[in-house]
């Protein structure tokens, strides 16, 4: 159900027309197809059959709870790296008992809420956090449960801002101080800890990496249970990559990443994690735009959209590629342009030399796998509302988050007419 790479008159998402959804609506929106999400969930899930294995989606990717709500009724439980998440999470409905906490910098104030909410597991990555768990378990009379995070030193062979494996990286301890970690688990009596944590990094699209860290956890783990200590789950985090460039992005087979799961862990007889996020939802995303003009330039043609990089952060980040259709007659001549967004930043540019069929202010333009970190790192540059998220489903949408208005938009700040001092 993901958009064709071709410019198609209809924009069928879903059974959604979102030419007729644009004219309702008013661009730009971000679309999400409820349909891809489960099919994705599914096919994940029956690679996983026969294994004891949890899902928990990454909030961070799209923490919509309209989006959440759908995961919940998949089974889908949640990795969270925040409170706002933790809360997000509760409010679509995932039980408490099915959420992880990830994150290098969890405040005192996250962990005694993640505490008191009951969530099943901590995957902790410094002593200082181990240390401070311990702490407030202890004042609340609880044990938690906690998964050491190893950095397994693997290159995902991916970006380097979303590589997170490495020796270099913040993520996590090597695994000659979690070693130090089990031998002394006895000063730590609050915090339990009985799971083992990795996750590479993420837009992966090589097996290799995989393999690697999968195999020095797995080797880690032996190790673990030889000494005498019981480990109860091991979780791999996600990384799995999509497709964002139509016939130049070959995502990994889910089948085949099991199948390696499958291979070196075949003795272990806990429960096994996975933390999908962009995987399950990227794909499934389109943010949904018009252009406002088109500008010609010496030497080259601008394509101004009336989205703009607060609205979808990545190509400015990473210089990410996103598929771009235009919503008119496949028969247009092609020209190539530049297309862009009307904040006042030369980063704001969603791509470069894009050849696409000729476009006229009005032209309806989609950018395709946009479902994954796309509304979760929009912001407000440039007093630009955020978006309205839509969800589709079987010919049928929900909006499942208004469009903020100018004045929701200013409703906590306040002009200076009371002074404190400190």
Partial sequence: MTMSDQPTPSAILDGVDLRALAASLSTPFYAYSA??????????QRALDGLDARLCFAVKANSNIGVLHLMAGLGVGADIVSAGELWRAR??????SDIVFSGVGKSADEIAAALDAGIWKFNLESADELALLQDIAYGRGVV?????RVNPDVDARTHAKISTGRAENKFGVDIDEARGWFANAGRSPNVRLDGLHAHIGSQILELAPFEQAIARVAAFWRELREAGHRIDSIDLGGGLGVCYRAGHDRPIDPDDYVAVLRRELHDFDGRIVLEPGRYLVAEAGVLVTRVLRVKHGRGRDFLVLDAAMNDLQRPAL???WHDIHVVQDASAPLQCYDVVGPVCETGDTFARDRVLPRCAAGDLVLIGGAGAYGASMSSNYNSRPLLAEVLLDAGRYAVVRRRQSFAQMIANEQLPTAWSEA
């Fill in 35 to 44: 349909g891809a999400i489960r099919a994705r969930v599914q096919g994940l």
């Fill in 318 to 320: 990473y210089d990410a």
């Fill in 91 to 96: 409010q679509a409905g995932i039980a408490a």
């Fill in 144 to 148: 938690a449960s906690a998964a050491v």
